[in-house]
């Protein structure tokens, strides 16, 4: 099973604060927009997005579909089918992609220790 391309997602107090600190570190603005209170901040293949009052904790974000660049990937693991997967294996999904469906759509669960992973599929 390939989950896509691989990110953190953090919750920050102050976003420019953030930003400059990322910046400091050798990441550059990939995507976003401070006035929406989001950025994706990139280095080399390491992406981080910066999230100021959209949610409470971290979380681990995959993209099926998608390379480190945001590249649809011409072969990949849809989001239903790792879903499939995750519930045969009897991990209890917290948000659940509708299976009717076809394209963008996303699966929520926690792993043993209550850390949130998003599983975001966008192609």
Same mark, same amino acid.
């Given at each position: ?19 400059? #600190? ?10 976003? =927009?401070?006035?929406? /209170?989001? !950025?994706?901040?990139?280095? @080399? ?9 959209? #949610? ?10 998608? =390379?480190?660049?945001? /590249?649809? !990937?011409?072969?990949?693991? @849809? ?45």
């Amino acid at each position: 099973m390939t989950l896509g391309a691989f990110s953190i997602s953090l919750s920050v107090k102050d976003l420019k604060t953030s930003k400059e #600190f990322y910046e400091t570190l050798g990441f550059t603005v990939f995507a976003g =927009d401070m006035s929406m /209170n989001y !950025l994706i901040m990139k280095n @080399d293949k390491a992406l981080i997005g910066l999230f100021q009052g959209m #949610f409470d904790n971290n979380i681990i974000t995959f993209n099926p579909g998608w =390379d480190e660049n945001a /590249n649809k !990937l011409k072969s990949f693991d @849809d989001v239903r089918d790792i879903q499939k997967h995750l519930k045969d294996h009897k991990i209890k999904l917290v948000n659940e992609a509708d299976e009717t469906t076809t394209g963008p759509a996303n699966i929520v669960l926690y792993d043993p220790d209550g850390n949130t992973i998003l599983i975001d599929q966008h192609v």
